[in-house]
């Protein structure tokens, strides 16, 4: 798919906020309405943007995920098409420092060749900072000051403890390259929000920036439930959130679970307000574009209605995430677009927004998505595919096939958004004609420059 440059490269550059959110489903924003959740300032980025209703993620859980929206690759192409975690935390497994420090999610992470976002925008002059869930690796060589960012306070894995900072015994806070248990105690989701608002503040009208701000909300917490002992499947802790969030959910939700993960994402909706008024309160808003999406699709939140399917599927469920971009003066506001459009288009858009150079000789996955959102535009984008393990999936048009564990089926999307009506049988044509695509795209990843940490090479 070719790159497609709409830059302003005579005006001036602008500061780029990136929001991602951790398993937050499709339905959860306040202003689509099917749940109580209370989302005010999403719903206000929302209303003064554009949001999408046909957005996808490149793999149904968050490490690949989060690797595709800082390369603009697919994670069979940048390497990192699996998860970075530990399997014996499965089995309440705690870690001694000396375990994990030769564990899986110590020692892998996305190939130090590949070129992310934040080396692309420091290049480009701007000062780049990465706050929250980084999950790209935790050895030095893996960590965001290494990788293009001039700031980073966060964890390298893939999930903590939302108070102790632990994942599974292990403190997992980083200040820059350096592990830290300054903040233990605190509610995680508080700490990232004071650390975004301090680079944001420090930076504003010194020199365009860009914060790549990584939630872990509303994920589940990385830390054993009472009751877990060694050796035995996981009791799951679920999310945790502060008490005052969570009592505005009781008795407007079904459990409380439910509630807990609506108290995260109503804790996290303030985080995010907070940052959007200390951009205005700066005189940056008409400069600034903020992005937001989910990583994959949610889980544990009272189900992802009207698609089928939950976080680690192939289903739409589990690829079609939110989608939120606002940018006063350049995008329309208060637009619904349902054109077809991925997170691989993200790294492109960026390019083109700040008018910056994307590495030479590396192939990108996805567009400039602006004349898009700006309604100027068909989306370029035909087709996607995915694949996890032995799962597979791809969209072509309105067709969606897939090939899994949990199911196979083709379905049209224009009227079976749901995938409930398999038309394998009546449309052979089509689903075979799918298998091939899929394939087709597969052999390209094949034959791409190989990368770590999964690749056999």
Known sequence: M???????????????????????GYPDLGCIGSKPLITPNLDKLAAQGVRGTSFYVTWPACTPSRGSV????????????????????NFGHLYSPEEYAVSPEMTLGLDVREVTIGDMLKKAGYATGCVGKWDMGQARRYLPLQRGFDFFYGHGNNGIDYYT????????????NERTQEDKGAYVTDVFRREALRFVNAQAGKKPFFLYLAFNAPHGASSFGQGTEEGQKKVAEGVQAPEKYVALYRGKVKDEK?????????????????????????????????????????????????????????????????FIATW?????????TDEFLTSLELVPTLLAATAAKGPDGVKMDGFDMLPVLRGEAKSARTEMFWQRRSDKAARFGNWKWLESARGNGLYDLSTDLGEKHDLTAEKPEVAKMMRERFAAWRAEMDASEPRGPFRDY
């Open 328 to 336: 006063p003066g350049k995008l329309p506001a208060g637009k619904v």
């Open 165 to 176: 900072h632990e994942r599974y015994g292990v403190p997992s806070l980083f200040r820059g």
């Open 258 to 322: 439910v509630a807990r993960y609506g108290g995260a994402l109503t804790c996290m909706d303030e985080a995010i307000g907070a940052l959007m008024e200390a951009v205005e309160k700066n005189g940056q808003k008409d400069n600034t574009l903020f992005l937001f999406l989910s990583d994959n699709g949610g889980s544990g939140n009272g189900g992802n209605s009207p698609l089928k399917g939950s976080k680690s599927m192939m289903w739409e469920g589990g690829l079609r995430v939110p």
């Open 2 to 24: 070719p790159f497609v440059s709409a830059g302003f490269a005579a005006e001036p550059k602008p500061n780029v906020i990136l929001i991602i959110s951790d398993d937050q």
């Open 70 to 89: 800082l390369t603009g690759r697919y994670p069979q192409r940048n390497g990192l098409y699996d998860m970075v975690r530990n399997d014996m935390v």
